[in-house]
C-alpha cells in the first residue's frame, strides 16, 4: 500500500509569490490534515478536510488555504508568501476523524528568499 | 484554549539510562496518541491508548494513559542510540475530533 506523497519535495520562492502543495493520502484514507513545522518547533495545525470539506482550522492567516477533491486529495495554497513562511509542510492522512492514526507524507520544504 | 503541555522540551542522556516525557492536557481527552520524529524525518505513529488507566509496552518503551485522561507519559527504558529523536503526544477531543499536540520532548543522547 503506498504511503502518502506530497509534492513538491523541495522549493524555492520568493516574498510575495504564491505557492501550491500536493498531498495524495493513503488509499481509502479520506481525512487530511496539514501541520507546518519549522526548526526546532512542533507541529502547528493548519486545517483538516474529510469530505471535501474543511472541518478544523488552526490559528494561521487567511494567506494559508486548501481544498480536498473528491478522490480525497489534498492542496493547501500560501498566497503573498512571507520570509516567515519558510518552512516544513506536513501532509496526513487517517482513516477517521475521531480516533485514527495520522500517516504522514515526507513533507515539502519550503525556503522563501 | 484547550492545550497539551508537554515536558521537558529536551532531555540529554547517556546511552544505557532511562528517558520520560509527560503530557498533560487542561481537559479531558478521549484518546492519546504518541509519535516519534527522527531527525530530518517525518512523524511516525507509535502507539494509541484509549482506557482511563491503560498501560501499553512496546520492547523498552512503556506508555501510560491517566485516570482523569488527561495525562500521560511515555518511559524508554536503557536508550539506545536508534531512539534519538521527538517525541510527541497528541490526543483528540471528543467536541469536534481535532487533535491537539504536545510541543515534543527531544531525546539527545550523549556522546
Known amino acids: 500500500k503506498a504511503g502518502v506523497t506530497q509534492t513538491p519535495r523541495y522549493l524555492i520562492k520568493t516574498r510575495g509569490q504564491q505557492v501550491t502543495l500536493s498531498c495524495s493520502p493513503i488509499?481509502?484514507?479520506?481525512?487530511v490534515s496539514w501541520y507546518q513545522q519549522t526548526p526546532g518547533q512542533g507541529l502547528q495545525f493548519l486545517f483538516e478536510?474529510?469530505?471535501?470539506?474543511?472541518?478544523n482550522k488552526g490559528n494561521f492567516p487567511g494567506r494559508f488555504s486548501g481544498r480536498q477533491f473528491s478522490n480525497s486529495r489534498s492542496e493547501m495554497n500560501v498566497s503573498t508568501l512571507e520570509l516567515g513562511d519558510s518552512a516544513l509542510y506536513l501532509c496526513?492522512?487517517?482513516?477517521?476523524?475521531?480516533?485514527?492514526?495520522?500517516?504522514f507524507g515526507e513533507g515539502s520544504r519550503l525556503t522563501v528568499l | 484554549g484547550q492545550q497539551v503541555m508537554q515536558i521537558p522540551q529536551y532531555q540529554h542522556v547517556q546511552e544505557g539510562e532511562d528517558f520520560t516525557t509527560y503530557c498533560n492536557s487542561s481537559?479531558?481527552?478521549?484518546?492519546i496518541q504518541w509519535y516519534k520524529q527522527r531527525p530530518g524525518g517525518h512523524p511516525v505513529f507509535l502507539i494509541q491508548?484509549?482506557?482511563s488507566g491503560e498501560v501499553k509496552k512496546q520492547k523498552r518503551l512503556t506508555f501510560q494513559f491517566g485516570e482523569a485522561k488527561k495525562n500521560s507519559s511515555l518511559h524508554i527504558t536503557a536508550t539506545q542510540t536508534t531512539d534519538v529523536g521527538t517525541y510527541f503526544c497528541a490526543g483528540h477531543r471528543d467536541s469536534n475530533y481535532q487533535l491537539i499536540w504536545g510541543a515534543g520532548t527531544k531525546l539527545i543522547i550523549k556522546p
Open positions: 496526513a492522512s487517517s482513516m477517521d476523524r475521531a480516533t485514527g492514526e495520522l500517516f
Open positions: 488509499s481509502g484514507h479520506r481525512s
Open positions: 481537559t479531558t481527552l478521549s484518546n
Open positions: 478536510y474529510f469530505s471535501e470539506t474543511q472541518r
Open positions: 491508548l484509549v482506557k
